[in-house]
C-alpha cells in the first residue's frame, strides 16, 4: 500500500467516529467509499486503487460503529439508576466503596475525587436494588476539605450525603457536566458531608511518586512558586495549582505552559539522548522510552501527553531502524493509535489542541522562518514557533471559547526561556526528589526566582486592557473554513506567495458575521441560577446586565456566558436584589468586564468596595432607559419593576408573602402584564388572574399548583431551573436551552 494508501484509511477512520453521533453517519461513508472506488480516477488519476476507497468506506462504518459501541452508557445495577427523579423528596445516602483518585481540590472549596461503589444504603433503609443485585458504578464525589484529610486510592471509605444526577449545560455555552461525567464513565454525583476510612489498603501508585515530588518542591519553594513549579513538571491536573493563578495563565494566552505535553516530552528525550550519545543507538533506545514511560507514569493517562509520548516513541524505533521519519506521517499515526485506544479522545479539546499546535509546528515553522531570515538564525525560530502554534490552534478556540488573546504571542517570546529553565529545572527537581527528597527541594529552591519572574510576567500581561478580548463563539463551519485558508497557504504556492490574501478573508470570515450580528441584534437571555433572578439584554453591539447573582453564578454562569456572546463591556447594569448568605458578583463582573452605568433600586445593595462606578439610585416611579427599552421601578418594598421591550411588556417580581401579595391585590398596584418573571413562589389565585399574563418565567423551580393555575389561563409556563436559560427574540420568540441542546446534532 502506497503512502497515500495509508493517509486515506486513516482519515477514514478519524471521519467514521467524527459523524457517529449522525444518524446513519457510517453507513453514509459506506456509500461514499463505494462511489469514489468506481469514479475518482476520472478525476484524480493518481488516486489509490479502487480497493483501498472501499476499504475507506469500510473502516468508516466501523469507526462509526466502534464510536458508539466505546461510548460508556450505565449498566443495569448503576448506581444513578437508584437515584429517584428530581421531584421526589431527597433522600441522605450512605455509599461504601474503593476511592479510585487522589482528593483534588475544586473552585468551591471542596475536595473532589473518583469511588468505585460497592454498597449503597439508604438512611431512611427503603432501598430495592434492581434485579437484587448490589449497585456498581463510578461516583463523582465531593467533600468538605477537612473530611479529605488523609484520604488516598486504595482505600476503602463510606460516605454519607445526597446523591444527583448531573445536568447538561442549562446555559448558551455553559459547562456540560452530565457530558463529563458520561466521558470518565461516570453518570452520579454525591455530595457528601462526612467520610469515614473503613479499611486502609496499601497499594502502589504514580500517586505516592508524584505526591513525593511535590512535597519536596513545595517544601523549600513555598505556594505558589512550588505549584508552579510542579505543575510545569507534571501537569496542572496532578498538582493543586491556585486557581487564580491558573487563571492568569490562561489570560495572557500560556495555559499550554501547565499542561505536560510536546514540550516537557521533548526536553527530556532531548536531555537523555543527550546524556546517552556516547552509547549504542540501542541503550539510547531503552534510555528513551524508560524516560518516556515514567514521563506518561507521572502525569497520567491523558491525551496530549500520551501523543507526545507516542511520536516520542516513534522517534527512538525509527533511531535504532536507522529510518529518517516523516513527522506528518508520525502524528497521524499516533493520532489513529490513540483513537483506537480511546475513541472518545477526539472529542476532547486537549487532544485536539495538542494535534493542531504540533501540526502547525511541523508545516509553518520552516515557511515561516525562511520569511525571518532577515532576523539572525537563532533568534528567528524564537519567533515562528510561537506564530505558528497560535495560527492553528486560533479556529479552535474562537470555537470552544470565542476569545482573542492578542498578547499571547507576544508573551510567549518573553517567557520561553523562563519555561525552558523552570521545565529542565523541575525534572532535575524531581528526579533528586525520587533518590532523596532534601536533595529536591535544595535543587528546586534554585528555581526561585525564574519562578517568580513568570508569575510576574504573567500577572504583568494578565492586567493589561483587552487581554482577553470577546469575539464570540464562531460556527463549526466557520472553523472548518478557517483551516481551509490555513491548508491552502501550507499545500499551495499560489496561496503560500499571498498569505495576505487568506489573513485578510480569515479577518473577514471572524469580524464581519460577528459585526453585522452585533449590529443587527435584540434578543434577550434569562440565565438559569439557583438563586437571584439574572437577566442579559443585547441590543446593536450593546449589553446590559440585570442583577449578577452571587460571586458563584457571576463566575460559573454570568461571565461565561458575555464572553461567548462576545461581550467586552456592560452599557448599563441593574441590581434589584442582594444574595442573602453569600458576597455579590458585582465585584468579580466589574474585574472583567467595565460598567459604564450602574443602577440600583436600595441603597447598600450593592457593597462590592472594588468597584469603580458609582451607582445611581432610582426611586419608585423612575425609569431607566436601556437602549430603545426602558426599567421602570414601580415598587421596592415588594420588589415591582416592569420592562418594556418592544412591543412587549414584562413585570418583574421580587418574593413576596402570601400577606404581601393580598396587600398588592387591595391597593390594585399589580399590573396586567404580557410576560410575568417571578421567583416561582406561590402566588395567590387572585395575584394570577390580576396579572393574566401570556407567559410566565419562574427563576428557580416553580410552585405546582401556581403553575396548574397559569396553564388554567392559557399561559405560557417556563421554570429555568427545569428548562434552562431562556431566550427571546423578537422574531424567533422564546426558546429554552435545554431545547436548542436535544435539537442540535450532537445531541443525537
Known sequence: MTATGAVVLSLAYILGLLVAKLPWGGYGLLVLGVGLSFGIKRVWRSAPKSWVWLLAGLLGLFASLYCQFRTPQPAITDISRLIPTANAPKQEWVVIGDLDSVPRLTRSQKAQFWLEVR???????EVQYVEEKAPTGKLYVTVPLLQATGLHPGQRVQMTGALYLPQPATNPGGFDFQAYLRQEGCFAGMRSKQAEVLEERSRWGWWQIRQRVVRSQMLWLGSPAGALVSAMVLGSRGVDLPFDLKDQFTQAGLAHALAASGFQSSL????????????????QFVAGTTALLVFVGLTGIQPAVLRAAVMGFGGLVALVMERKVKPLGALLVAGVLLLLFNPLWLWNLGFQLSFLATMGLMVTVPPLTKRLDWMPSAIAPLFAVPIAAYLWTLPLQLA?????????????????????????????????????SPAGSALAWLLKYPAQALMLVVDGFSQLPGNAYAVGTISALAAIVLYCLLSLTWLQPWWRKRWWVALLLAIGLVVFPAWQASAAMFRLTLLATTGQPVMVLQESGRAALINSGDASTAGFAVLPFLQKA???????????DRPSKRPGGWGKVAERLPIKQLYTVKENLIQDTTLTVKPTLLAAGQTAQIGSSQFKLLSTEPLIASLQLRQQTWTLLGSLSLEQQQTLLQSGRLPKTQVLWWFGQQLQPDVVAALRPQVAIATTQLYPQTEAQLRQLGTQVYALGRDGALQWTPINGFKTTLESQENSPSAL
Open 119 to 125: 454498597q449503597v444504603n439508604s438512611v431512611s433503609g
Open 268 to 283: 527530556i528525550l532531548g536531555v537523555v539522548l543527550a546524556l546517552t550519545r556516547r552509547f549504542s543507538a540501542k541503550v
Open 400 to 436: 470552544a471559547f470565542g476569545v482573542l488573546s492578542p498578547y499571547s504571542i507576544l508573551v510567549n517570546l518573553i517567557t520561553t526561556p523562563l519555561i525552558s529553565i523552570l521545565s529542565i529545572g523541575g525534572m532535575i527537581s524531581a528526579l533528586a526528589a525520587l533518590i532523596w
Open 566 to 576: 462576545g461581550v467586552n463591556e456592560l452599557t448599563w447594569a441593574i441590581a434589584t
